[in-house]
């Protein structure tokens, strides 16, 4: 049974930089594909950023592009999000997800990933 916990969400003042992290068990994410997802209240949940399973390539959306990083360490089966120069619309509740299909079509898709985590809370104060 796969299970994400997410865990280094706070509140931070805008500017500041927080570190989300991802901790993965039951299986190993060597070839899993990893994102960040997160939703806002009132919003739909939104694609933050992946990091592929077979060469580690990155995507970001164009709102967060430049500012996080994705990134993991496989050996310890964690996935992280380096976070930085954070603004008040960043606040939301944060997202891991996992896929280890062979082909994702298409990545920013929640409908994608097979497995999630409970999330962690994200508070960016003006």
């Known amino acids: 049974q796969v299970q994400l916990v997410e865990s280094g969400g706070g509140l931070v003042q805008a500017g500041g930089s927080l570190r989300l992290s991802c901790a993965a068990s039951?299986?190993?994410?060597?070839?899993?594909?990893m994102a960040w997802f997160r939703q806002a209240p009132g919003k739909e949940r939104q694609y933050v950023a992946v990091i592929t399973g077979s060469r580690e390539n990155t995507f970001y959306s164009d709102s967060v592009k430049g500012r996080f990083t994705i990134s993991r360490d496989i050996a310890n089966d964690m996935t992280y999000l380096q976070m930085d120069s954070l603004k008040p619309e960043d606040t939301a509740l944060y997202y891991c997800?996992?896929?280890?299909?062979?082909?994702?079509?298409?990545?920013?898709?929640?409908?994608?990933?097979?497995?999630w985590g409970q999330g962690t809370q994200v508070t960016v104060s003006s």
């Open positions: 997800a996992a896929t280890w299909r062979v082909y994702v079509a298409y990545i920013r898709r929640d409908a994608e990933y097979d497995h």
């Open positions: 039951g299986r190993t994410i060597s070839s899993a594909t």
